[in-house]
C-alpha cells in the first residue's frame, strides 16, 4: 500500500507541474488549473490510505468533517466572489495555506515540547522554518485581504516601526532558535514564538500601500509553498513536498518579475512608503489643462480611426465593464477598425487582472498583448483609450528623474495620434502621483463610472 501511495503522490506532482505549465498561457489556463485540481484530490484521497490516517476513528471523522466545511465554504464564496474582489478571494485563501503549513508544526512542536521524538536535527529546523514562514504568511495575508476589502486602511505605520519590526524580527528568530537547537522546550516557549511570529506578519504588512499589494499577495503565496514543502518533508510527504516547492519557486518568479515591472526591489516594497525607491519625491509642475471631451465626440474619433489601442484599469474591473467593452469593440471591427488590448504587468490588483476579465467578456486572445508586445505601436496608432488606469500610463515615468516612479516601465499611451481617458474623476491613482498625461495636448477626458461611459461610446458608433 505505502508504494501505491507513493505512485499517486508522484503522479500528482508530475500534473501539477504540467498544469503549470498549462496556465502559461490564456488559452490552455483554465485546462491546466483542472488537471492541477484532480491531481490534488487524488493525492488527498490516496492519503487516506496511510496507516498514519486510516483506522484512526474519530481523528479520521474530524478529517472528514473538516474537509467537508471546508470545501463548502470554498465552493459557496468562489461562486459568489465578484471579479472585482477575486484579489483579496486570492490573499485570504493563500493565507489559509500558510496557516495550515504553521498549525502542522505547532502540533509538531507542541509534541515536542510534551517529550515525543519528532525526528530531531534537520527536521526540527524545517519544522520551526515552516512555522515561521507559515504563520508570516498567514497573519501578513490576513492583513493584505482586509486592506483589498476596504477593512482597514491602505497604510499604517506606527513610529519607528521598522526599528519595532527588527526588534520583533530578533526576537521572534532567538524563540525559534531555542525550539530548533534545544533538546528540550516548554509549551510556553512555542506559544511565544508562534505569537511573535503571527504579530510580525501583520507589523511587516500594516505599512504597506494598495499599489504594492499584488507584489505583496504574490511574495506570501511564494512563502506559503515553501512552509508547505518544510512541513511535508517534516511529516515525510512526498506530494507535500514537491507542490510547495512548485508554489514557492513560481510565486518568488512571479514576485520578482512584478517588482521589475514597478522598478522597485522587493526589500524596498516590503520596508519603504510608495516612492522611495528613487527620485526625490517631488514632482515637477504640470503644463496645461485636464481637457474634456463629450462621449459623441469620442465615438467619431475611434469610428473613423485605422488602429485603436485599449488599456484596461481597475477602473474598469470597478464597473464591471468588459462586456460592453467587448461589444464596443465587435462594433469598432464591423466598421474596419483594428483593436489591440495593451496590458501592463501590474495592471489592476492581481497578475493577470485584466486577462481574466477580457477573456470573461469574450474578447480574443490574440488581440491581448503585453508592454513589451505593444509598445512600439503606439506611435503608428490613431486612438489609445485608456480606461481606469492611472500609473501605469504616467509619462514622468519616462522623463522626471525627481519622481517616485521614475523608471517604472508605462504603456506609451501618450505616443498615440490621439489619448482618450474614460475616468471616474480627477483624483490620483493608487500611489497618489498626479497623471501628467491627463494633461497632455493630444489626451482628452471622459469623465464618469466606466460602464456607463462605454455605453455611450456605443450608441454614438451605432449612429454613424
Known amino acids: 500500500m505505502s508504494s501505491f501511495i507513493e505512485i499517486v503522490y508522484f503522479a500528482a506532482a508530475v500534473i501539477f507541474i504540467v498544469g503549470l505549465k498549462k496556465m502559461s498561457s490564456p488559452v490552455t489556463a483554465r485546462e491546466g488549473i483542472v488537471w492541477a485540481g484532480y491531481a490534488m484530490v487524488a493525492a488527498t484521497a490516496v492519503t487516506f490510505l496511510s496507516p498514519a490516517v486510516y483506522g484512526h476513528g ?50 509538531e512542536l507542541v509534541r515536542f515540547a510534551d517529550g515525543h521524538d519528532i525526528g530531531g536535527g534537520t527536521v526540527q529546523v524545517l519544522a520551526v522554518l515552516g512555522a515561521l514562514i507559515g504563520a508570516v504568511s498567514f497573519s501578513g495575508s490576513a492583513v493584505a ?9 491602505k497604510t499604517l505605520r506606527l513610529p519607528s516601526h521598522q526599528a519595532l519590526n527588527i526588534a520583533l524580527f530578533v526576537v521572534t528568530v532567538l524563540f525559534g532558535s531555542i525550539l530548533a537547537l534545544s533538546g528540550e522546550v516548554s509549551g510556553f516557549t512555542v506559544f511565544l514564538f508562534f505569537l511573535c511570529a503571527l504579530v510580525l506578519g501583520i507589523m511587516v504588512t500594516l505599512p504597506i500601500g494598495g499599489a504594492d499589494m ?7 503565496n511564494a512563502l506559503t509553498g515553501l512552509a508547505v514543502a518544510f512541513e511535508g518533508y517534516l511529516l515525510g510527504n512526498a506530494a507535500m513536498i514537491i507542490a510547495g516547492t512548485v508554489v514557492g519557486s513560481s510565486g ?34 504640470i503644463a496645461g489643462t485636464m481637457k ?27 464597473a464591471q465593464a468588459q462586456h460592453k467593452l467587448a461589444e464596443l469593440v465587435q462594433l469598432l471591427e464591423d466598421r474596419g477598425v ?51 488606469a492611472n500609473d501605469v500610463v504616467n509619462p514622468v515615468a519616462r522623463t522626471n528623474p525627481d519622481s517616485p516612479i521614475y523608471g517604472m516601465p508605462i504603456l506609451d499611451a501618450d505616443k498615440a495620434k490621439n ?19 491627463f494633461y497632455a495636448d493630444n489626451t482628452r477626458m471622459l469623465y464618469g463610472d466606466a460602464q456607463k461611459a462605454i455605453g455611450e461610446l456605443i450608441a454614438g458608433v451605432k449612429q454613424l
Open 58 to 107: 474519530f481523528n479520521l471523522l474530524l478529517i472528514v468533517i473538516a474537509i467537508g466545511i471546508g470545501s463548502y465554504v470554498a465552493y459557496r464564496s468562489a461562486k459568489r466572489v465578484e471579479m472585482t474582489d477575486m484579489p483579496q478571494m486570492i490573499a485570504i485563501y493563500n493565507g489559509m495555506g500558510g496557516g495550515a503549513a504553521a498549525a502542522i508544526a505547532a502540533v
Open 145 to 153: 485581504y482586509a486592506k483589498l476589502q476596504g477593512l482597514m486602511n
Open 214 to 220: 499584488p507584489v505583496v499577495i504574490s511574495l506570501f
Open 252 to 285: 518568488t518568479l512571479l514576485t520578482q518579475l512584478m517588482a521589475k515591472a514597478m522598478n522597485r526591489p522587493i526589500s524596498n516594497i516590503l520596508f519603504s512608503s510608495f516612492g522611495s525607491a528613487g527620485g526625490t519625491g517631488e514632482e515637477e509642475d
Open 292 to 318: 474634456e471631451i463629450e462621449a459623441s465626440d469620442a465615438a467619431v474619433t475611434m469610428a473613423y480611426a485605422e488602429k485603436v489601442i485599449i488599456i484596461p484599469g481597475y477602473g474598469m474591473a470597478v
Open 338 to 388: 483594428t483593436v489591440k488590448f495593451a496590458i501592463h504587468p501590474v495592471a489592476g490588483r492581481m497578475p493577470g487582472h485584466m486577462n481574466v476579465l477580457l477573456a470573461e467578456a469574450g474578447i480574443d486572445y490574440d488581440k491581448i498583448y503585453d508592454l513589451d508586445e505593444i509598445n512600439p505601436e503606439f506611435p503608428t496608432a490613431d486612438v489609445a483609450l485608456v480606461i481606469g
Open 419 to 437: 489619448c482618450i481617458v474614460i475616468k471616474r474623476g480627477k483624483g490620483s491613482g493608487f500611489s497618489g502621483i498626479e497623471n501628467h498625461l
